[in-house]
């Protein structure tokens, strides 16, 4: 298969998650959803590594990945403390930062 | 056979991500985005990339997914209202994503790179397997490596400080949503 089915793919992947990132309200699928987008650019990542024959490319899939491990541990944290101080889970009626 | 592989694979990411989004209820939502990992690790293996998809079904599909799903179920399902707060929200989003995919298309479609037409070149034993991601972990990336490993453990304190439950009245309490978990359970 060539790179650029692939890499269609991978974008394909990024708009479905940055759709979802639009239409839904709840803040646990808009984080869902970022995965999405992120799993999308490991996909093309390894895919140009494949086509370059290097495995930098992976290195840096890996790295994502980590980062991708932060962020839901992060953005979870602050759900399971926005339901504890009954703070509604809606995007739409979070608008306010002070604490 | 390789095309056969592809086409399920890429079947199984696109169902799983659609199915993310179109999805009411959450804890649905996570288990298709289970299904999209699971895919993707069969694609990476097709890119010749065995470390990464061992990496993904373990780490993503594995631990990160159950954390997800821990936390849905202690949050529980609330269902999405029906109103919109942006007229015409629901129609104009999937527009504005269509046009990023067009975009994106266009951009990878219309590049000068020759290398994206064909298969890539031939490959030796070995490329992508733990001993070699891991050399390249070590030696060139080694200053990668060590910020990812503060990163997490940044993450993992912030976690902790954020999710973390500060009670009167008792000696000092880790607060893991856990230990909360099994308390509201109680």
Redesign the interface.
Known sequence: MDTTWYLVLSALLFAVGAGGVLVRRSPLVILLCLELMLNAGNLALVAFSRSTGTEDGQVFALVVMVVAACEVVVGLGLIVAMFRRRVPLDVDQIRGLRG | M??VA?FAG?LG??GG??A??SLRN?FY??LA?IV??IS?AG??L????E??AA??IV??AG??MV??LF??A??GQ?E??IWE?IPG??L???L???A??IE??VA??GTGLK???????T?EAG??SPG??GE??LER?LV?FEA?SM??L???V??????G?KRKGKPDDSGT?AS?AEEVAA
């Open positions: 390789e095309a592809f890429a990411a696109l991500a659609v993310v989004i959450p939502s996570v985005l999209h990992l993707l694609l990476f097709i890119l010749h990339a470390f990464i990496a993904q780490v993503y631990a990160v954390l997800y936390v849905t202690y949050v609330a999405e209202p707060p929200q629901r104009l989003a999937p504005l994503a269509a990023l995919f994106i298309s990878v479609i290398a994206i037409d064909s298969q890539g070149p490959i490329f992508g070699s991601i390249l972990l990336f990668v990812a990163l997490l940044i993450a993992a912030g976690a902790i400080v954020l999710a439950q949503p909360e």
